[in-house]
């Protein structure tokens, strides 16, 4: 060895319990550690499950997991051709056949097509449905009773005013005939 690499040897040998001694085996502080401790009423299992779980995984506290309906389960052996779970959602076709619940039963017939412009005012189905008759000849009917009742009731005015007339004529009798009981 000549004395070049001696030298560096003995000062990598100096060095090397240096090094080891400033590592003691846990990650480096951040300015946020510096600044409080364990007891500040705050939790710090979540930093140590991150820390359990490794550079390349994500932790997911529990009660986000229970939030977001995440499970983890062991890996079994299992047939995946017969399960088929898909993410998304079906639409039908503009013309295929849809059924809504209404308040009536009948058949709705659809007067516009899909993406078709409309006016204002312009009918967009038609109802056929023999309840929904059946509900507007009641209307129908209940609307001309109203009217009938309205109609008689606006022929009692003038009955009403006729009787307060009589009334009055006979209060005026009964005076005349009380001052000629009197006068006798």
């Known amino acids: ?7 560096i040897a003995i000062a990598l040998a100096a060095l090397l319990p240096l090094t080891l001694a400033a590592c ?9 550690e ?3 401790g364990e007891g500040d009423g705050h939790d710090h299992s979540s930093e140590v499950e991150a820390e359990a779980t490794g550079s390349d995984r994500v932790a997911i506290p529990a009660a986000v997991r229970s939030n977001l309906g ?5 890996v079994e052996r299992r047939r995946v051709e017969q399960t088929l ?3 998304g959602r079906f639409e039908y076709l503009p013309t295929a056949r849809r059924e809504y619940r209404t308040a009536v039963p009948g058949r709705v017939e659809l007067v516009v097509e899909q993406f078709d412009r409309v ?14 008759r059946e509900m507007q000849q009641q209307l129908a009917d ?6 009938r009742l309205d109609a008689r009731l606006n022929t009692f005015e003038p009955l009403l005013a006729a009787h307060q007339q009589h ?4 209060h005026e009798s009964v005076t005349v005939w009380n001052e000629r009981v009197e006068q006798l």
Do not use: C
């Open 34 to 36: 510096a600044e409080h």
């Open 119 to 132: 006016e204002a005012g312009q009918p967009l189905y038609r109802l056929d449905s023999p309840s929904w």
């Open 24 to 32: 003691d085996g846990g990650s480096p502080k951040t300015s946020g």
């Open 1 to 7: 060895m000549n004395i070049m690499e001696r030298a």
């Open 167 to 170: 009334e009055d004529s006979l």
């Open 142 to 147: 209940a609307e001309a009773q109203i009217e």
């Open 70 to 74: 995440i499970s983890f389960v062991k």
């Open 85 to 87: 779970r898909v993410p």
